[in-house]
T-cell receptor
Framework: AQKVTQAQTEISVVEKEDVTLDCVYETRDTTYYLFWYKQPPSGELVFLIRRNSFDEQNEISGRYSWNFQKSTSSFNFTITASQVVDSAVYFCALSEDRGGSNYKLTFGKGTLLTVNP | DGGITQSPKYLFRKEGQNVTLSCEQNLNHDAMYWYRQDPGQGLRLIYYSQIVNDFQKGDIAEGYSVSREKKESFPLTVTSAQKNPTAFYLC?????????????FGSGTQLSVL
């Protein structure tokens, strides 16, 4: 069975600090997708990134970067020079893809990030 | 602006009452989903719909019902059979019901029991 573990329930940092959110996943499939979503206080989840299991290249988007390592089944998310607006709950999610609509999407329990001024 | 609109933002249910949560999208997406979020928990899938007039149960469908009469609309009814309905409900959509598709979410409805 697939599983997503976000071991950090809450993280609190001071503005401008770097912070890494951990995500560890379990799957028996060879084809799968990993996602990160952000849930600000307004409530709606916002898509941040998607990676497929065949692409381990790390990605950087502005202050955000993602480190995908199949060897350790991890897909960690780093925010550089954090800002107050980064305060949110961040969810990691895994989708096992068996073709067509035959897939299952599993969310981690989320990490609440608080960035203090 | 394209997006997903959920209403109401807050809803209160009396014991024995059915309540309906609204979800409308103008993204022209085929697939729509309802998730339940409890404090400190991940999202759990209630129902999903791949196409108009078709829907399937998710992981926690008991006590809920849905309809998909129009592509744009996917209302969720929380029935009196749902004994623990207090939660944050999120509606989402995607272009198709595929594992690689990203989801677009509404801003949610907080349901509480009086």
């Amino acid at each position: 069975a697939q599983k997503v573990t976000q071991a950090q329930t809450e993280i609190s940092v001071v503005e401008k600090e770097d912070v890494t959110l951990d995500c560890v996943y379990e799957t028996r499939d060879t084809t799968y997708y990993l996602f990160w979503y952000k849930q600000p206080p307004s409530g709606e989840l916002v898509f941040l990134i998607r990676r497929n299991s065949f692409d381990e290249q790390n990605e950087i988007s502005g202050r955000y970067s993602w480190n995908f390592q199949k060897s350790t089944s991890s897909f960690n998310f780093t925010i550089t020079a954090s800002q107050v607006v980064d305060s949110a709950v961040y969810f990691c999610a895994l989708s096992e893809d068996r073709g067509g609509s035959n897939y299952k999407l599993t969310f981690g329990k989320g990490t609440l990030l608080t960035v203090n001024p | 602006d394209g997006g997903i609109t959920q209403s109401p933002k807050y809803l209160f249910r009396k014991e024995g009452q059915n309540v309906t949560l609204s979800c409308e999208q103008n993204l022209n997406h085929d697939a729509m989903y309802w998730y339940r979020q409890d404090p400190g928990q991940g999202l759990r899938l209630i129902y999903y719909s791949q196409i108009v007039n078709d829907f399937q149960k998710g992981d926690i469908a008991e006590g809920y019902s849905v309809s998909r009469e129009k592509k744009e609309s996917f209302p969720l009814t929380v029935t009196s059979a749902q004994k623990n309905p207090t939660a944050f409900y999120l509606c989402a959509s995607s272009r198709q019901d595929r594992g690689y598709e990203k989801l677009f979410f509404g801003s949610g409805t907080q349901l509480s029991v009086l």
